[in-house]
């Protein structure tokens, strides 16, 4: 049988003396769910009789407490948050993710959507925007994406998200068409359309803002935006791309040491085994806070490998300085969700 996808090399998750940071953890980014039947369809099935269970968010809670993670910000389905509440008190805070599931749906399922989670009382809400989704009117700054932040800030919402753009490789491969999706660059002149509408409201850009490959892109921005954030979620993205270019992304992370913040963008699936969720945890903290040098132990379909190289990308720790890491992995995060607080009422 093949090595699982979370561990290709066989390596010992059980090593981490090389991880130096002490202190508590924030997790931004992540998916905490309760999982259902077909959640993934390759599955096994549910107990019979049981149509939702909360024991995927059981092993990743434990996992994440087991790597000192003191909180998690998760995205989720509406249904799932009192449950989850319920479960983990003060473990979770909650992300709203405003979409259309097609693009001739009506505005008002967005809205209807939004004033649901600001019944819920979330902190964040998400605009997802990935050049994919253009084909269902996902852009970051159409209208009644427009109409939604301005309600959802009317309403307290003080932070918001926004996955923009994908990895350069996509683009090469999954994006070659520029006529139906775009240039990697054209999706920032609509994330800038909404930093500049909005300069009053936390903006986090997910995934290294969607371009760890071009840490000069990223400095323009925070520089341009100074309510701009940035997180680290994407594991096997982030350790590809910011491997290669650790002195780059050290560097930029040192001068803005208040600007970025740690996430793992797992994902509870029905199914999964604990070493997934380990395998996320561990490549992350290993990536920030040390030097650690080695393949990455995770499979990486987007990873073309060298001829006679090796199957996985390099992960290489970028090492960031202690009082930074304070900042990157809690401080940050504490801060913004602090300030984050409010009593949402929908608007009707």
Known sequence: MPPPEYNVTGHDYAQRGHLKYQGPLIDIHAHVMLTRPGDP???????????????????????????????IVSMCYPDDIPPLRERFGNRLDFNGYITKRKIDDPDDTAYQALDRYLELSVKIIKFWSAPRGQERGLYVDA????????????????IMMVHIADPDVWFRTVYTDSAKFGTKPEQYARFETMLNLFPDVKWIGAHMSGDPEHPDHLEALLERYPQLYIDTSATKWQVREVSARRDAIRALICKYPDRFLFGSDLVTHHGYVREHYVSRYWCQRTLWESEWKGPSPIADADYTPPEGGQP??????????????????????????????????PKR
Not at 61 to 67: N, P, S, T, Y
Not at 143 to 158: D, F, H, Q, S, T
């Open 41 to 71: 369809p390759s599955g096994p099935p549910l107990p019979k009789g049981t149509d939702s269970s909360l024991e995927q968010a059981e092993i990743m809670l434990d996992v994440a407490g087991e790597f000192g993670i003191e909180k």
């Open 143 to 158: 209208p009644w994406r427009i109409e939604c932040a301005k309600r959802a800030r009317a309403a307290g919402v003080k």
């Open 312 to 345: 996985t990308p390099m992960l290489h720790g970028v090492g960031l300085p202690a009082d930074v890491l304070g900042k990157v992995c809690y401080a940050n995060a504490r801060q913004l969700l602090e300030e984050g607080k409010h009593e949402s009422q």
